[in-house]
C-alpha cells in the first residue's frame, strides 16, 4: 500500500517538474531575447552613477507590469553601446571644474558615469548587437574601475568626490562613506567599495527576483490553462493507472479474478485482444497522456513509421476551461509550479534516492 503513494508523489513530483522546467524555458528565452538582465543592471547603474534621466525618476520602474514592459520594449535603452576594442590606456579625469559650477550656481554640464565605467569594462564585454551584453559585474573588477578613474585625478579621491559632487552624481555620497569609513586608506578604500558593491548586487538580486515571481506566476498559470494540467485529476490517473498494473500483474501471476474486468475494460477501449490492450496501456502511462487535455494535443505513432500527428481540442479544452471541478486542480499546479524545478528536483531526489555528483 505504501508503494502505491510512493509512486503517486513521485508521479506528481515529476510531472511539476517537466512543468516548471518549460516555464522556466519560457521565461529564459524571454530574458535573454530582450536582454533583461543586462538591462536591469544598467539601469540600477545609471541611477547610481548619474541619477534618474530626469529629476525623481528612476532608470528601473517602480512597478511589477513596467519592468517587463518598459524594460524589453523601450527604446530608452539604459545600457551603453557596445564597444569591440578594448579600454583605453589613458583615462581622462572627469571634464568638470568644480569651483567654475559653483561660482556660476548653473546647473553641472552633463557627464556620462556609466559610460566611463563602461570604457573601464569592456574586455569583459562579448559582442550581441549594438548594445553591451554584461550582465554581472565583479565587484573586484568594479572597485578597480574606480581606482582607475581615481588615478586620473589631480586630487585623487578627494578630487573625483569633489567632482562627482558638483555633477550631483548620487556615487559620490556612497564613495565618500566608504572613504570616510576606510579611514583614508587606499587598500581599504578598494576592499570597502567591493564590499559596497557585493551587497548592491545582491539587493539588486533580489528586486530582481521579487519581479520574475511575477512573471513565473503568469507563464505558470498560462500553461497551466493552456496545457488543461489539473493535478487532482492526474493524481487519480496515476491510481487508475497504478491500480490497472497492479491487476495485470495479479493475472500474470495466475490469479483469474480480474480477468473478467480486464476484458470488459479492452472491449471498451476497442482492442480485440486482452494482450493487445495490455501492451498498449503499458506503451501510455499516466505520465505520457499529461498533455492530452491540452489546446493543441500531439499522438506519436508507436511503431514510428509515421509522423506525429497534432490534434485541435478547442472544445474539449474549453469545456475543461469553464468548468469549475477543474479549477481546484487547476489552483494545485499553479502554486506547484511557484516553487521552481529546483524545489521538485530535489523533492524528486529525495524520494527515489538519486544523489548529486559530488565535487
Excluded at 118 to 144: C, M, N, V, W
Excluded at 213 to 241: I, N, P, Q, S
Excluded at 299 to 308: A, K, Y
Aim: charged share 20%.
Amino acid at each position: 500500500m505504501i508503494s502505491v503513494y510512493i509512486d503517486l508523489a513521485i508521479g506528481l513530483v515529476l510531472a511539476f517538474l517537466l512543468l516548471s522546467l518549460l516555464v522556466s524555458g519560457v521565461n529564459e528565452a524571454f530574458v535573454r531575447l530582450f536582454g533583461i538582465r543586462s538591462k536591469f543592471l544598467w539601469a540600477y547603474l545609471r541611477d547610481t552613477l548619474d541619477g534618474g534621466p530626469r529629476e525623481g525618476e528612476s532608470w528601473i520602474p517602480a512597478k511589477v507590469a513596467d519592468v517587463f514592459a518598459k524594460l524589453p520594449f523601450s527604446k530608452d535603452d539604459p545600457r551603453p553601446r557596445h564597444d569591440p576594442d578594448p579600454a583605453p590606456s589613458v583615462v581622462e579625469p572627469v571634464p568638470v571644474d568644480p569651483a567654475t559650477v559653483l561660482a556660476a550656481e548653473a546647473p553641472a554640464p552633463p557627464v556620462d558615469m556609466t559610460g566611463r565605467l563602461y570604457e573601464r569594462l569592456q574586455e569583459i564585454d562579448h559582442p550581441k548587437g549594438t548594445r553591451t551584453s554584461i550582465a554581472d559585474i565583479p565587484p573586484e573588477r568594479f572597485s578597480g574601475a574606480m581606482l582607475e578613474l581615481v588615478a586620473a585625478e589631480e586630487g585623487g579621491i578627494d578630487g573625483l568626490l569633489t567632482k562627482l559632487e558638483a555633477i550631483g552624481s548620487p556615487l559620490a555620497g556612497h564613495l565618500r562613506g566608504v572613504w570616510e569609513g576606510a579611514q583614508r586608506d587606499l587598500g581599504k578604500f578598494r576592499k570597502g567599495v567591493e564590499a559596497w558593491f557585493d551587497g548592491e548586487m545582491q539587493r539588486l538580486s533580489t528586486l530582481y527576483r521579487r519581479y520574475v515571481k511575477w512573471v513565473v506566476f503568469a507563464l505558470g498559470l498560462a500553461l497551466t490553462l493552456l496545457l488543461g494540467m489539473d493535478a487532482l485529476e492526474y493524481g487519480k490517473t496515476l491510481l487508475r493507472d497504478n491500480a490497472y498494473r497492479a491487476g495485470v500483474a495479479a493475472i500474470a501471476g495466475g490469479s483469474q479474478d480480474g480477468l473478467s474486468a480486464l476484458k470488459e475494460k479492452c472491449a471498451a477501449a476497442g482492442a480485440g485482444e486482452p494482450y493487445t490492450c495490455v501492451t498498449e496501456s503499458f506503451s501510455s502511462p499516466a505520465l505520457v497522456k499529461i498533455f492530452d487535455h491540452a489546446i493543441v494535443s500531439v499522438t506519436i505513432p508507436p511503431d514510428g513509421s509515421e509522423d506525429p500527428s497534432f490534434h485541435w481540442n478547442g472544445g474539449l479544452w474549453w469545456e475543461r476551461l469553464i468548468s469549475p471541478g477543474h479549477w481546484p486542480g487547476y489552483l494545485i499546479t499553479v502554486i506547484a509550479l511557484l516553487f521552481g524545478a529546483s524545489f521538485w528536483w530535489d523533492i524528486l531526489r529525495r524520494l527515489t534516492g538519486i544523489r548529486g555528483r559530488r565535487p
